[in-house]
């Protein structure tokens, strides 16, 4: 196995677009702006078996209002500026779960900005203890999700240098 850190600029086109594909297949995203938000995150990290994506993560800068808003619905407004990035797009490809690869990925993507604050979300039982495992504290109260407001979202944070 193989894991690949960077900023997108440093991914041939290629690997950009199987990891398009990869998170896009997962669901619960917009396929028509997913290839500019993965052009625009701050870092990809991209697990390979021999040349076959299997498990990905990304460190984003979601635009402030949205991030306000998560923060908000969280009951912790005051806290939003102090974690600019977010950690997303968490997957592992079906057949390679429950192998620890949900971590890796989660400790590579937060090691490349270990000297700031990061976030993320999750209404996934098993996510938030792989959050817990990797430096993640959860903040405020759990919130409906947008795309699907059946599930509870709960917001975790990692500051800087934690
Ligand atoms: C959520 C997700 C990323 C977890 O990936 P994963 O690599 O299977 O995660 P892990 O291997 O750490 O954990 C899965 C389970 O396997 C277990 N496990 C981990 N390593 C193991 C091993 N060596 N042997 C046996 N079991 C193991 C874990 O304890 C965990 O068990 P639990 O569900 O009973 O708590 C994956 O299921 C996925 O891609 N889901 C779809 C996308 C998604 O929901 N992403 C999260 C968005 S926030």
Redesign the pocket.
């Known amino acids: 196995m193989t894991i690949r850190t960077g900023k997108p600029s440093k991914f041939v086109p290629s690997d950009k677009a199987a990891f398009v594909e990869f998170v896009a297949a997962?669901g619960e995203v917009d396929r028509a702006i997913l290839p500019r938000l993965v052009d625009d995150a701050v870092a990809l990290v991209m697990l390979f078996e021999r040349d076959e994506l299997i498990g990905t993560a990304a460190i984003k800068t979601p635009y402030s209002a949205h991030r306000r808003g998560e923060f908000a619905k969280a009951n912790a407004a005051e806290n939003a500026d102090a974690f600019p990035l977010e950690l997303g797009w968490?997957?592992?490809h079906s057949e390679y779960?429950?192998?620890?690869?949900?971590?890796e990925l989660v400790r590579a993507a937060v090691g490349l900005v270990a000297d700031q604050g990061v976030y993320a979300t999750?209404k996934?039982p098993?996510?938030l203890?792989?959050l817990s495992e990797c430096g993640f504290k959860s903040l405020g109260k759990p919130y409906p999700s947008f795309l699907k407001p059946d599930a509870l979202l709960t917001l975790l944070i990692r500051p800087a240098g934690g």
């Open positions: 997962a968490v997957v592992v779960r429950k192998r620890g690869h949900a971590p999750t996934t098993r996510m203890t792989i």
